[in-house]
């Protein structure tokens, strides 16, 4: 999901000089049959700059600019090359260390304008769970291993998370119009007030499989393996039984690797059911939620519920009151899911598996 809203701004400056790299990228996209239009939006160049630069092209049989007047250049394309590359791969550093590193002599706003010519500037970092090289392979062997799964496939696992729902949970950001001044930042109207006690949660477990919604589960207190494994009994069993009794085969279930999940107690739990009650456990690789589709699910549920109750994050009453309203209207919006928002997301799986596999186990978009 995008951290900043998608920029008005989808062309360079028109007076701005092509780069030797920008050269090289319009031709490669131009031999790969890209049209004018489509290789001035993939290199946020306006469409008559690349036109102009081909037909200058085509006609001289050179890439190279013809004199002109102005201040000459202070740094060689080869330095620039060799600037990007570096950008590149200390992505994390500042403009200065950057200047260092390159052991160059002009100054950080040169540095910041040579990356610029090239779209390459600061953003804040994608947030995503911590990966090490460990995780990474077991991610990747877990891609492979079901990387010809179809969504009918898919539509045999059961999915489930717990979830942690605020009072004050509605994660859609607010972005306002206003100059950079700190008088203007602090306006009553420029603020997104967050009310006291909006700290306050409410627990979930839930699960699906396919385009049937299981059953949602209030969670208070300390959830430990014995907790964990009494709500199972109770609500996911009886869900399962239910699936199978009406058609289902080869059902798998999906659980991440939290502590309870994963204790002996549970692990015993999981050898004397499975065979009982006709289903196998999946084998989960660590830190992905990204590759479980109930957490985009749960986004949704937030989303919706903040929708259709927009005074939620404003409640008031004792805690006991407002845990009690708010079970309340999750569970209206969780049993109002359409089974079109579920078909989404398990026709997303193969494209998760296959973006993990070209991510050779690391981060994804999802």
């Known amino acids: 999901m995008p951290i900043y809203p998608p920029e008005n701004k ?37 469409r008559t700059t690349v036109t102009s630069f081909l037909q200058r092209f ?20 080869r330095f620039d090359r060799y600037l990007i590359r570096t950008a590149l791969v200390h992505t994390n550093v500042t403009n200065d260390a950057l200047r260092d590193i390159t052991d160059s002599e002009v100054s950080t706003s040169t540095i910041r304008r040579r990356l610029r010519e ?27 291993r079901y990387r010809l799964f179809t969504p009918e496939d898919w539509n045999r696992v059961f999915w489930s998370d717990e979830c942690t729902v605020q009072k004050d949970s509605d994660d859609l950001q607010m972005w306002v119009f206003r100059h950079a001044d700190k008088r203007e930042k602090y306006l009553p109207k420029n ?43 109770n609500n996911l069993l009886p869900f399962i039984d239910a699936v199978i009794a009406d058609g289902a085969t080869d059902v798998v279930f999906q659980q ?14 999981f050898e004397n059911t499975m065979q009982e009650h006709g289903f ?6 660590p830190n992905s939620p990204d590759m479980n589709p109930i957490e985009n699910l749960w986004a949704i ?6 929708r259709r109750f927009p005074d939620t994050k404003h409640l008031h009453g004792s805690p006991e009151t407002i845990k009690t309203i708010l079970k309340q209207r999750l569970m209206e919006v969780w049993w109002d899911i359409g089974e079109e928002v579920l078909n989404r997301l398990i026709e997303s799986m ?17």
């Open 280 to 285: 196998t456990l999946m084998k989960w690789p």
């Open 301 to 306: 549920v937030k989303l919706h519920l903040h």
């Open 191 to 233: 603020v997104r007030g967050r009310a006291k006690g909006g700290g306050l949660f409410q627990m979930i477990w839930g699960c699906f499989a396919g385009t049937k919604l299981g059953p949602i589960v209030f969670l208070d207190g300390t959830i430990n393996a014995d907790v964990y494994i009494a709500m199972l009994q």
């Open 10 to 46: 989808t062309t360079a400056d028109h007076h701005q000089t092509l780069t030797d790299i920008q050269k090289g990228r319009i031709l490669e996209a131009r031999d790969l049959g890209k049209s004018h239009a489509e290789i001035g939006t993939q290199l946020n160049i306006p």
């Open 118 to 144: 090239d779209h390459i500037r600061k953003w804040r970092a994608v947030e995503r769970a911590l990966l090490t090289e460990d995780h990474a392979k077991k991610r990747l062997d877990w891609a492979r």
């Open 58 to 77: 085509e006609k001289r049989g050179s890439d190279e600019n013809l004199p002109h007047s102005g201040r000459p250049r202070k740094t060689l394309e």
């Open 256 to 269: 991440d690797n939290a502590t309870p999940h994963i204790a002996k107690r549970t692990h015993a739990w």
């Open 350 to 366: 193969p494209c998760r598996v296959q973006a993990l596999l070209e991510a050779k186990g690391w981060y994804t978009d999802y």
